[in-house]
């Protein structure tokens, strides 16, 4: 097992002290969520999601067990077949596997690196022939090593495999289309925000593709700074399994102005898009894609990503689009809140939800507060969150 510490910016002063109060602080609500009888699984998505997200892989092995309701005390089975010899899946596998050399911490003696890549191999092998209705993806080894990087062989495979079942099911059937439909959601929601860019991209014909490998290995192939693999991580497993593709959204929103600066045409845009900055400001694009889900959820972009009747076979949509945050509080109704306290008295009429085409201070009320508002606006995913763990085993035979 390779224990990799997620540390936050070092500073000094005054501002170095607030830093470790804070994370102390933080620390201490963890234990004490996981310390509750029975655990209080709501705040540990809170910290989850909140800056920092859970802070070291000490307390992920601990807390991502409690967020995918898994019993971290009852490992799977050990398969008494010779799985490398029967698997239609293994010498893709293997080449896969073979080519993550940079999945791995930099300096570790290769012995080490080649007994970790031995036992990813073996986790993927092994949940394959549990689940032969799951299929494997080129990617799916991605998202298996950083479990195993950070919990060990044994509950990185009872992990894998709940996920797999859950927000990774989509990607795991003998097709694409579910996939290509979840990939369908980027542009709906960058054009709630930003109709320019969206038009833009729109002209310039560049699709959704460069996005792929983003959604299907939860950012773990294009980011090379594990800690930010890592929180990321940390924050999907505590949400929608349609977040993912909400982060992408803001990445790309967030690099407005080099798209608009590219030439029009697929090749130039896909091309920048492709190439993902190492140096995003993670904690606040986080922020923004938990706004961005609680003021445009999937149910009311459904429609612009694709017929209904296909959202309706995805495992986003078991998840009924969250459009309750609870039973007497509607997520846009915070958000209307919100925004007619900016709102001229004349304006506060006006449906602050409107596509931004038509009220442009809508557009930039959301990209210019989220930081500030962002806080609430996570608390108010993490309130509709806070049933989702019962309904997963009913709704994912």
């Given amino acids: 097992m390779v224990t990799i510490l997620t540390r936050g910016c070092q500073s000094r002063g005054p501002e170095q002290g607030n830093f470790n109060a804070k994370r102390k602080k933080k620390v201490a609500e963890i234990h004490q969520a996981l310390n509750s009888d029975p655990t209080d699984v709501a705040a540990l998505r809170r910290m989850a999601i909140s800056e920092g997200g859970l802070l070291t892989d000490e307390i992920r092995r601990k807390v991502w067990p409690k967020l995918l309701n ?27 596997v073979r080519r993550s050399l940079r999945r791995f911490p930099p300096g570790m003696p290769e012995e080490q690196r080649e007994g970790l890549q031995e036992e990813l191999i073996d986790i993927i092998l092994l949940i394959l022939e549990r689940n032969p209705q799951l299929h494997y993806y080129q990617g799916y080894h991605d998202i298996v090593v950083t479990f195993l990087l950070v919990v060990g062989e044994r509950l990185a495979t009872s992990l894998v495999e709940k996920l797999s079942t859950h927000h990774l099911r989509d990607f795991m059937d003998p097709t694409m289309d579910n996939t290509k439909h979840i990939l369908n959601y980027l542009m709906p929601i960058i054009d709630q925000v930003n109709p320019e860019l969206h038009d833009f991209m729109q002209s310039a014909e560049v699709g959704t593709i460069f996005a792929l490998s983003w959604l299907i290995t939860w950012f773990g192939h294009v980011l090379s700074d594990f800690r930010h693999v890592v929180r990321l991580y940390d924050f999907f497993l505590a949400c929608h399994p349609l977040m993912p593709i909400y982060f992408a959204a803001v990445i790309v929103l967030y690099r407005e102005q080099e798209v608009l600066d590219c030439d029009c045409d697929m090749a130039s845009v896909h091309h920048l898009l492709s190439q993902i900055p190492q140096d995003l400001p993670y904690e606040t694009l986080i922020s923004r894609a938990g706004d961005l889900f609680v003021q445009f959820p999937p149910s009311e972009l459904a429609r612009e990503a694709a017929a209904q009747q296909q959202a309706e076979r995805t495992a986003a949509s078991t998840f009924k689009d969250f459009e309750l945050a609870s039973a007497q509080q509607r997520p846009d109704m915070v958000l209307r809140q919100r925004f007619r306290g900016l709102l001229r008295p004349e304006d506060r009429t006006k449906d602050v939800l409107t596509k931004p085409r038509t009220n442009r201070f809508v557009k930039l009320a959301v990209m210019g507060l989220t930081v500030a508002l962002g806080a609430a606006a996570l608390a108010v995913v993490k309130s509709a969150l806070e049933w989702a763990p019962k309904f997963q085993l009913q709704l994912f035979p």
């Avoid at 008494?80 to 698997?87: A, F, Y």
């Fill in 70 to 96: 898994v019993n971290a005390n009852d490992p799977p089975p050990i398969s008494g077949k010779n799985l490398r010899q029967m698997s239609k899946d293994y010498q893709q596998v293997l080449l896969d």
